[in-house]
């Protein structure tokens, strides 16, 4: 039997969750996505050194600041994907811009702007936003340019039924984080099918598909292979290397738990607007507190590449 690795493969599209590039190289993922958090911890590896070296190098000779270095460092780690996987490859807008649509469309601009210097369209790329109302603003602008967004730091219906009416070409709701949240509250145990991440992902699927929503569904941000077993036949799941190890490793059957010809109940369709959004994300605890988590947890490793990038730039001066 072939491992639950290739039978997930053969009913949802697995993309690599991190920058690491030789896992990538191991597990053949049709997409890759990266962080800020993973980029950070690429970027101390000795193998990916000739990256920052480059990024610095740049700076030094362009008269550039370490903020523009570690833009051109998080490009570097994108293009070399690029050459990697066959599909997207998706890039984040700076986390501390997750309130300023105006500057989160010129940061995505930017960005699709520095792959083309490298020859990589913008087919290739996604750009990676912040699910607040400001940054499903910024993605409704940037799709009508042909930019596509990946919205990340998606923890409830709200944020995906603003980024679906924004036409976001893709959205990552994050299931271990949910899971995380309501274990320190104080829930479980839970199994794959009571996990409330897991349920999070099928409810947000399910008003899509019911609805006629074209947005694709990535679940992301999985704490274990159970919660990936529950998801199999999602549109898109972002896993790993551990995890991908876990399902390679498994020659186990894995049965098809979602699918658009039977999506489960969907809620009654909902008119977004911006008052209906902040107060469904208001009575919503969990979501409301691992959104700004997460937007400050970026922001602080950006930062710490930041900090890494200007030091190495101060030596080479």
């Excluded at 109940?265 to 969990?286: T, Y």
């Amino acid at each position: 039997m072939p491992s639950k690795l290739d039978q997930l493969r053969a009913m949802t599209t697995v993309v690599s969750d991190t920058g690491d590039m030789d896992s990538i190289r191991a597990f053949k993922p049709t997409d890759s996505t990266t962080n800020p958090s993973l980029i950070l911890k690429a970027a101390q590896l000795p193998a990916y050194a000739h990256l920052v070296d480059e990024a610095v190098a740049w700076a030094r000779k362009a008269g550039a600041t370490a903020g523009a270095a570690t833009d051109r460092l998080a490009i570097n780690f994108g293009a070399e994907l690029t050459r990697i996987v066959p599909g997207r490859v998706s890039t984040e807008v700076d986390a501390d811009l997750s309130f300023d649509v105006a500057a989160t469309i010129a940061k995505a601009k930017a960005i699709i702007a520095a792959y083309a210097e490298r020859g990589v369209g913008r087919e290739r790329i996604l750009i990676k936003i912040a699910s607040t109302w400001e940054g499903a603003q910024a993605a409704s602008a940037l799709q009508r340019e042909g930019i596509d967004c990946n919205l990340t730091l998606m923890f409830s219906l709200a944020q995906a039924i603003a980024c679906a009416d924004a036409g976001a070409f893709l959205i990552s709701p994050f299931v271990g984080r949910i899971f995380d949240w309501h274990v320190k509250a104080g829930g479980g145990p839970y199994t794959g099918e009571t996990d409330p991440g897991v349920l999070s992902v099928r409810a947000i699927y399910a008003y899509y598909k019911t609805y006629g929503v074209k947005t694709v569904v990535m679940g992301a941000s999985f704490r274990n292979v159970g919660e990936i077993e529950a998801l199999a036949g999602c549109d898109r799941l972002t896993i790993s290397p551990q995890l991908l190890d876990d399902l390679a490793s498994d020659q186990g059957p894995l049965a098809r738990k979602m699918s658009p010809d039977a999506p489960g109940s969907a809620p009654a369709r909902v008119a977004m607007d911006e008052k209906r959004f902040r107060w469904m994300l208001n009575e919503d605890a969990m979501a409301t507190e691992k959104l700004a988590e997460g937007i400050r947890i970026f922001a602080r490793d950006l930062a710490a590449l930041r900090e890494m990038v200007g030091k190495r730039l101060a030596l080479a001066a």
